[in-house]
């Protein structure tokens, strides 16, 4: 079982590790840091560097699963041509995709998402829906094999339910909940 993480620059790090530390403990996927090219990124929010072992280009085939995390390049990717075929390669079926925040924007730029629901970050619904997908302001939306979070804790909740689809297949019945602030829990 392998997944695929696409780093954008400047990747937003909770967005990486919290949906991570999911799969990992119920899957144990061996993982595979993918970048435009090889080499270091910087993450942020906590600062933190990544490393892509592999250019997107040299995947072979679709994996199990394939993150994209948002981060400050991720339109940046969106609008890198080589990019869009190399995701349009991989993301093909039966391959379960998870985007966080802004990494549901390089998935409707290369056209794999059109016309369906997905959400994100919500400074990047103009552009999710230029690219032809149809943003919603939820904090998560699973269309089909799509399984898109608007942050890092809806995309840990998602990640569990993605673990669910592996195991499962897609009749897998439990259905994510968005998790629930503790600040809405505090006394006023």
Do not use: Q, Y
């Amino acid at each position: 079982m392998r997944l695929v993480v696409v780093l954008p620059g400047g990747v937003a790090t909770r967005e990486v590790l919290a949906p991570l530390e999911v799969l990992h403990e119920r899957l144990g996927p061996e993982v595979i840091w993918a970048a435009r090219e090889r080499g270091p990124l910087p993450g942020h929010d906590p600062p933190m560097s990544f490393h892509a072992n592999v250019a997107l280009s040299e995947i072979e085939e679709p994996p199990t699963l394939l993150l994209l995390p948002g981060g400050f390049g991720a339109l940046e990717l969106a609008l890198d041509r080589r990019v869009l075929a190399d995701l349009r390669r991989i993301a093909k079926p039966p391959t379960i995709c998870l985007a966080v925040s802004t990494g549901s924007l390089p998935l409707a730029a290369a056209g794999v998402i059109d016309g369906l629901r997905v959400t994100g970050h919500w400074l990047s619904f103009s552009h999710l829906e230029r690219f032809g997908a149809v943003p919603v302001n939820e904090p998560m939306v699973i269309s089909g094999r799509f399984l898109t979070a608007s942050g890092a804790v809806s995309a840990a909740t998602l990640a569990d339910f993605a673990a669910d689809r592996v195991w499962f297949g897609p009749e897998a019945r439990r259905e994510p909940h968005a998790p629930h602030s503790t600040l809405a829990r505090v006394p006023r």
